[in-house]
């Protein structure tokens, strides 16, 4: 397994976390991976074979082969059919809605094909030059020009939205609402409403996410045997609140997490 992430272009840093490639050889490729929210929506091209992402134990669809996947509250399965190829745009929560005019909540806890949010047009001669590009490198500069333009065009996402999440990744989801809105509830009503617009989720869930990611970054590189130091250090009331909200955004337990075969590749996301 091959994941590699790069830096974005200055302008974009403030939108864009990084970048991303994976490939796996198809002999690798076969097992189910469980994927669990991360707090970010993602931009993905699909240069290999087929995805699977499964909505039942047995059923499933193919992703979109160029699509954007939105806010996710829950965990869900995906397996490759052969050989995985992908490049990736990894956007801040805040970041993709500077690019496009639909209502985020739309996109959440699914894949949207490309084509739906920019026009098949310029959806389809964007993934073409990716394909064509000869690297990485290449594929960042087409996919910068592209969001750069469109950047130009949109209108910069509400200032109470982006101090909101600032706020929440500074603490790493450990501060209530009310602080942030300095009690100042009459404010609430409006930051939820342009959440589910900009964001896709509540300002509570996207909490509780950046809460989790930063305890999964520390049961990644801590000993199993430390979960009550993590979800202190996570700011969770005690230890089983700690495993409730686990389970509640991974399905399993903080220790089923570790060295299972399904949580393979957002160990490799997440570390």
């Known amino acids: 397994m091959n994941y590699q992430t790069f830096e974005p272009h200055p302008d974009l840093a403030p939108l864009i976390s990084c970048y991303w490639t ?57 397996q490759p059919t052969g050989y995985v190829n992908t490049f990736a745009i990894r956007f801040y929560p805040h970041g993709f809605a500077n690019f496009v005019t639909v209502p985020l909540r739309s996109l959440a806890n699914t894949e949207t094909p490309m084509a739906d949010l920019f026009g098949e047009s310029t959806a389809n001669a964007l993934e073409q030059k990716i394909i064509a590009a000869s690297g990485t490198q290449q594929r960042i500069d087409i996919i910068e020009q592209f969001l750069l333009d469109k950047l130009k065009d949109s209108t910069v996402i509400d200032g109470i939205v982006s101090s909101t999440i600032e706020a929440l990744l500074v603490t790493n989801g450990n501060t209530s609402i009310r602080q942030i809105l300095k009690e100042d509830v009459s404010k609430r009503r409006q930051l939820e409403r342009k959440f589910a617009q900009q964001i896709g989720i509540s300002p509570k869930q996207m909490g509780k996410v950046i809460r989790l990611q930063s305890a999964l970054k520390m049961l990644l590189s801590e000993d199993t045997n430390k979960l009550t130091n993590i979800a202190y250090e996570s700011d969770y009331y005690d230890q089983a609140h700690f495993i409730k909200d686990f389970k509640e955004f991974t399905g399993i337990s903080p220790k089923e997490f570790l060295g299972h075969d399904h949580m393979l590749l957002s160990s490799v996301f997440y570390k």
């Open 22 to 78: 994976l490939e796996v050889p198809a002999e690798m490729a076969a097992e189910k991976q469980r994927i669990v929210p991360d707090g970010t929506i993602e931009m993905a091209f699909i240069l290999g074979d087929d995805i699977k992402r499964f909505t039942s134990e047995s059923d499933f669809l193919l992703q979109p082969r160029a699509m954007v996947l939105g806010q996710t509250i829950a965990p869900f399965f995906i």
